[in-house]
């Protein structure tokens, strides 16, 4: 299964990742180009949208965590959108839920960062 990355402006100064498909040690280089990309351009407020994953593994936790470790230090942060109730258990099963903002749709995550 393979990983679609689209990345546009939102409000203010923050970028939105939207990602379609599966997050596995195949696909996850990809969403880390991605925001690394983003960071190395000096955006460090961005939501990541994963209403469109299905499925994401350790590997694609741990590009999420480098991502919201490498925008805290420029005092930005990483909101992510996330309904559907498998992806959402694994961020609580993990303690996740306690490091990043989890909101329901976009809007609300926009409004929510910092």
Do not use: W
């Not at 499925?55 to 470790?69: A, E, F, H, P, R």
Request: charged share 25%; hydrophobic share 40%.
């Amino acid at each position: 299964m393979d990983i679609k990355v689209n990345v546009h402006e939102g409000k203010g100064d923050a970028y939105v990742v939207e990602l379609n498909g599966e997050i596995d040690v195949y696909t996850s280089p990809k969403v880390k180009d991605a925001t690394s990309e983003l960071i190395d351009q000096g955006h460090y407020n961005l939501v990541i949208n994963l209403e469109k994953v299905r499925y994401i593994d350790s590997t694609g936790l741990g590009v999420l965590i480098g991502s919201l470790k490498r925008v805290r230090e420029h005092g930005g942060s990483v909101n992510l959108v996330c309904n559907n109730p498998q992806i959402k258990k694994i961020f609580d099963i993990t303690g996740l839920v306690k490091i990043f903002g989890i909101y329901d749709d976009e809007e609300s995550a926009m409004k929510a960062l910092v």
